[in-house]
């Protein structure tokens, strides 16, 4: 059975940290490019973060750049995405997602490929 468990979204004080995790099973991240996205109510889908591939180089949305940090362990076949310094328009439901690797990979693009499989989704709410 193929699936993506995200967990570890909450609500959290302005300036505060958490860390969100995306358990795979029945594939492994390391073989796949893996995106974090996020959509605030009434907003569309944004890209948050990527990486391509294995090899990739991992990118973030301007909007997150030196706050969240993206890292996988491959022994637990689970990525995370650390957010620090988090702000009230960070609150948004956050979905990981996983697809065939690819040579690059943008974040200004993210949405516009398929992505085969996706996390349930995890709320984050930031107060100030």
């Known amino acids: 059975d193929v699936q993506l468990q995200a967990s570890g979204g909450g609500l959290v004080q302005a300036g505060g940290s958490l860390r969100l995790s995306c358990a795979a099973s029945?594939?492994?991240?390391?073989?796949?490019?893996i995106g974090w996205f996020r959509q605030a109510p009434g907003k569309g889908r944004e890209g948050v973060s990527c990486i391509s591939s294995s090899h990739g180089t991992t990118t973030y949305a301007d909007s997150v750049k030196g706050r969240f940090t993206m890292s996988s362990d491959n022994a637990k076949n689970t990525v995370y995405l650390q957010m620090n310094s988090l702000k009230p328009e960070d609150t948004a439901v956050y979905y990981c997602?996983?697809?065939?690797?690819?040579?690059?990979?943008?974040?200004?693009?993210?949405?516009?490929?398929?992505?085969?499989?996706w996390g349930q989704g995890t709320q984050v709410t930031v107060s100030s």
């Open positions: 997602a996983a697809r065939p690797p690819v040579h690059r990979l943008y974040i200004e693009t993210m949405n516009f490929l398929n992505w085969d499989y």
């Open positions: 029945g594939f492994t991240v390391d073989d796949h490019a």
